[in-house]
């Protein structure tokens, strides 16, 4: 924003937009046999909408709910909710997660990649696109490996786990003269991250328009992070936990071995099990 000196964190006194929230009460997970289940609340039906097929160790639903990616052995694959899912070029791929466009962002390795109108079925429209990752300053982040990506409700924002140690925040900004097979934008850091030199991120989600929610080891450690650099809260982990989603105003939904998932409904680290086994719980995003 103008007047911001750079930094791609925009206080609201400079806006007259109030980001998108993100707040979902549905969320998904994939279960033993392959089926993509949703679920209202930890205590109510699993419903059934469609079957993807095994193997799969993490998927992400579009916000509008009609697409879903998913990965298996480090392929990524896309397509529409109910029909088959269309494997994409590329390999190595850690994480994902769709913005409000049904675009969708990935990490592989060293690399972030966009990949525009993934939910189509043509294979060119759905080509990666590396995206350069720079301070605020301009100067180029060359520090990787990228292990964790989530896109803010608002499709603007982006966190990001850096080198395993670092928590990242930054905005999406245009490049005016992209030229056809290159990213029209790229990511600019904000000024602001959170470094553990002593501990590894392994999962993390937005919660709200303006909080993100990272796990990490040992411990496990649970904790909620203000992007404008505020005191951060923490947020009591069970044992083994190894994956975390959230949507505001609804319950927190975490992983355990062998496919058990547990739900908090207040913040609190009241954690109780849901009924049934399941891979990568997410709310759409």
């Known amino acids: 924003p103008r007047g911001s000196d750079s930094n791609p964190v925009q206080q609201l ?4 937009y109030t980001p ?3 707040a979902y009460s549905r969320f998904y997970y994939v279960d033993g046999a392959g089926d993509l289940l949703s679920r209202v609340s930890s205590v109510s039906k699993p419903v059934k909408v469609a079957h993807i097929g095994t193997g799969f160790t993490q998927i992400a639903v579009s916000p509008d709910t009609q697409y879903v990616a998913a990965v298996k052995n480090g392929s990524l694959f896309t397509g529409r909710v109910g029909a088959p899912l269309v494997r994409r070029a590329g390999d190595g791929y ?6 409000p466009v049904d675009d969708l962002w990935a ?4 690399q972030i990649v966009m990949i525009s109108g993934a939910a189509s079925p043509s294979q060119l429209a759905g080509k990666p696109v590396a995206v350069s990752v720079v301070n605020s300053d301009g100067t180029t982040q060359n520090v990787g490996p990228f292990t964790g ?3 803010a409700p608002d499709g603007v924002r982006v966190a990001i786990i850096v080198g395993g140690n670092d928590l990242d925040f930054g905005a999406f900004v245009q490049l005016p003269n992209a030229r056809p097979g290159q990213a029209a934008v790229r990511i600019v850091l904000s000024q602001f991250y959170v470094s553990v030199p002593s501990a590894t991120f392994t999962s993390l989600t937005w919660y709200g328009p303006d909080n993100v929610i990272a796990l990490r080891d040992p411990g496990p450690e649970l904790t909620e992070y203000p992007v404008n650099g505020g005191s951060s ?3 009591p982990a069970q044992p083994r936990m190894s994956w975390i989603t959230a949507s505001l105003g609804n319950p927190l939904v975490a992983s355990l071995p062998r496919g058990a998932m547990v739900a908090d409904t207040s913040l609190s680290g009241s954690w109780t099990p849901v009924q ?3 891979i990568s719980a997410v709310y759409p995003g």
């Open 13 to 16: 006194r400079q806006s007259k």
């Open 20 to 22: 998108a929230n993100g």
């Open 94 to 99: 850690t994480s994902l997660s769709w913005d």
């Open 107 to 110: 990490t592989t390795g060293d």
């Open 149 to 151: 990506l989530r896109v």
């Open 233 to 235: 809260t923490s947020i």
């Open 276 to 278: 049934g086994t399941g």
